[in-house]
């Protein structure tokens, strides 16, 4: 089967269409045929090491040393079930799905074996009304934006600002925020305001023309979704008991949270969802009663993935990339 080797950390070069054997499913596992998965930003930080030194550390203790063994990028698929061990009851042989791999990874590649239940990740039936390329967008922005909305409990008329709202996360997060009655401010580069106001968010800020710190406006609701805004002044913008969500927080931020969260009051949340099958059941519920869409900036072949990953790591996506996957 092709699959894509991820041969070294580095730049999007490291990564190299190559073949290996099928996997074989083990008792409580499915085989599933990738249609199609995608590429984000977490999988080009993953692939370069672009994280601070302590997480660093622990990403080459846990993939490898000097270079990844063995591990294979992507982190969200949709496909079809080719076959299932002795032991699976939730799924049979011909389910289409959709998945998150959690820490697993493993999406870009023609195959793929799961446990029906994940200890990490988690795998659900794809939605009815939604195509492979589509539905492969959904599971890691819309479980992210999923948990760390339910933490915060978002009310009708409640104001949410969505720092780098232009991504898989971003757009998910807008969404659920609109269905919940809140006022959502969407904060991101200039070629994205159009989109994001498409996507549903009822103001823009350009992040190169105006900070969202300083300019006086607070908020209820502050979702940092790349770990950017300046902790001090984010807390300053939001309003009594309100809450600040750092999707990707650096060693100092969960510092500085943590001691923000002691003293009661603004509260500061950086836990990473755990992509379980109910969160990913109930996203695809609402995919099918249209109260969610997915918005596809490039779909790419796998044979693609170099240009793919240097495409996301330019910081012009727009919602997601999809790579398709082609079965010979």
């Not at 979704?225 to 309100?242: A, H, I, M, Q």
Request: glycine share 10%.
């Amino acid at each position: 089967m092709k699959y894509v080797e991820w041969t070294r950390y580095g730049g999007p070069e490291v990564l190299k269409l190559s073949i290996k054997e099928k996997p074989q499913v083990k008792d409580h596992e499915i085989l599933v045929k990738i249609h199609a998965t995608s590429v984000s930003a977490g999988d080009c930080e993953l692939r370069g090491l672009k994280f601070p030194f302590p997480f660093k550390l622990i990403i080459r203790l846990v993939f490898g040393l000097l270079r990844p063994k063995g591990k294979v990028l992507g982190q969200e698929l949709s496909g079809v079930i080719e076959a299932i061990g002795k032991d699976v009851s939730l799924f049979k042989v011909g389910d289409p799905v959709f998945a998150s791999t959690g820490f697993n990874l493993g999406a870009y590649s023609e195959y793929i074996c799961m446990p029906e239940l994940p200890k990490t990740g988690s795998v659900a039936l794809k939605p009815t009304n939604f195509s492979f390329e589509e539905a492969a967008s959904i599971p890691v922005g819309g479980l992210e934006a999923i948990h760390f909305l339910k933490k915060v409990n978002l009310k009708k008329g409640q104001k949410l600002l969505v720092n780098g709202a232009g991504g898989s996360i971003g757009t998910m997060v807008i969404q659920l925020a609109n269905h919940s009655g809140a006022i959502v401010t969407a904060v991101d580069s200039t070629e994205k305001l159009k989109f994001l106001s498409n996507v549903g968010a009822f103001k823009t800020i350009d992040y190169s023309k105006e900070d969202f710190t300083k300019n006086g406006e607070t908020y209820d609701v502050i979702f940092d979704v790349v770990g950017k805004s300046d902790f001090s002044r984010s807390l300053d913008s939001l309003n009594e008991y309100g809450s600040y969500i750092i999707a990707n927080p650096s060693s100092k931020q969960k510092r500085k949270g943590k001691k923000i969260n002691r003293l009661g009051g603004k509260k500061v949340y950086f836990d990473s969802a755990n992509h379980s099958a109910k969160d990913l059941n109930e996203l695809k519920d609402m995919v099918e009663a249209g109260l969610l869409s997915t918005f596809i900036d490039k779909t790419l072949p796998l044979e693609d993935i170099v240009n793919a990953h240097k495409y996301v790591e330019s910081g012009h996506k727009k919602g997601n990339l999809v790579i398709t996957i082609n079965h010979q």
